[in-house]
């Protein structure tokens, strides 16, 4: 995200500031969910059979979760 609160042109409004909240507080949601689920498929476990195609599902998984950010949330 690019803007920063800027009072040389007018502070924002309380609305404004609560709605960028909104929305960063729902990316680092998403994003936690998303290293809980690489975590989780890279982290295996001993009873995983050697070259177990786990991580590969999570990093596919991870990647699901933050590509479905509605349009409205994404920035940059």
């Not at 404004?16 to 998403?30: D, G, K, M, N």
């Not at 690489?38 to 295996?44: E, M, S």
């Amino acid at each position: 995200m690019t803007r920063q609160i800027a009072f040389g042109y007018g502070a924002p409004s309380v609305p404004e500031l609560e709605e960028r909240i909104h929305t960063l507080e729902t990316q680092v949601a998403s994003l936690t969910e998303a290293v809980r689920i690489l975590t989780a498929g890279l982290a295996g476990t001993p009873f995983d059979e050697p070259g177990s195609q786990e991580a590969s599902a999570s990093a596919r998984r991870a990647h699901e979760l933050l590509i479905t950010v509605p349009p409205s949330r994404r920035t940059g």
